[in-house]
């Protein structure tokens, strides 16, 4: 599996945009590009997803370089519910189960 | 927005017991996991199902362990004789069809096992 690179924490204040960065050189060109998070004690949740051009939903925005080797997911606004894990996670889209593969993510603190 | 429900939230075993988790899939999803993330690490995959049938499985998912979806609607793991180690929370999830690249997954709230 294509690994990804992410900082372990990353803080920011409430209602301020955040960036969260992630660094994917060995992606190939079937690798979707997916972002999770996980809420203290909750199970991952889906935010966005996509290939190879910027996506917007009503949660945040993905930001994919030109050579796909790393992609940045922006909050707009965070809040102290955005505190979470974020996980980037590349999906193979080829044949085969579709299984996410999780690392240790992206610990974001939001500060009031 | 629908759901992925899972049941219970909480179990707690006796080493050795046979437990049974179990979810509620989205309805009209046709893939779907099991992962569980032991307490401070990473959230690991266990097995896949799609077509009645197991599509792929990790090395944790070793013999202790069955999946089943018995009619239609529920996704059950079992896991035949608990161990110490075993304990951890247990997170069930779905998909429509992610050959289709269009859609997320969508994950339980999870069981949280606890091996006594």
């Known amino acids: 599996d294509a690994k990804t690179t992410q900082p372990n924490s990353m803080e920011s204040n409430e209602e301020e945009p955040v960036h969260l960065p992630c660094n994917h050189s060995t992606i190939s060109g079937t690798d979707y590009i997916h972002w999770y998070r996980q809420l203290p004690s909750q199970g991952p949740e889906y935010v966005i997803h996509?290939?190879?051009s910027n996506v917007n939903n009503r949660m945040a925005s993905l930001a994919i370089a030109e050579d796909r080797k790393s992609s940045t997911l922006i909050l707009h606004r965070a809040t102290l519910r955005d505190a979470a894990v974020y996980y980037c996670?590349?999906?193979?889209?080829?044949?085969?189960?579709?299984?996410?593969?999780f690392g240790k993510g992206t610990k974001l603190s939001v500060i009031p | 927005e629908p759901e992925v429900t899972q049941t219970p939230s909480h179990q707690v075993t006796q080493m050795g017991q046979e437990v049974i988790l179990r979810c509620v899939p989205i309805s009209n999803h046709l893939y779907f996991y099991w992962y569980r993330q032991i307490l401070g690490q990473k959230v690991e995959f266990l097995v896949s199902?799609?077509?009645?049938?197991?599509?792929?499985k990790s090395e944790i998912f070793d013999d202790q362990f069955s999946v089943e979806r018995p009619d239609g609607s529920n996704f059950t793991l079992k896991i035949r004789s608990t161990k110490l180690e075993d304990s951890a929370m247990y997170f069930c999830?779905?998909?429509?069809?992610?050959?289709?690249?269009?859609?997320?997954?969508?994950f339980g709230s999870g069981t949280r096992l606890t091996v006594v």
């Open positions: 996509g290939l190879t």
């Open positions: 996670i590349l999906r193979y889209s080829g044949a085969g189960s579709y299984q996410l593969t």
């Open positions: 199902f799609y077509n009645n049938e197991i599509s792929e």
């Open positions: 999830a779905s998909t429509p069809n992610p050959g289709d690249s269009l859609d997320g997954y969508t």
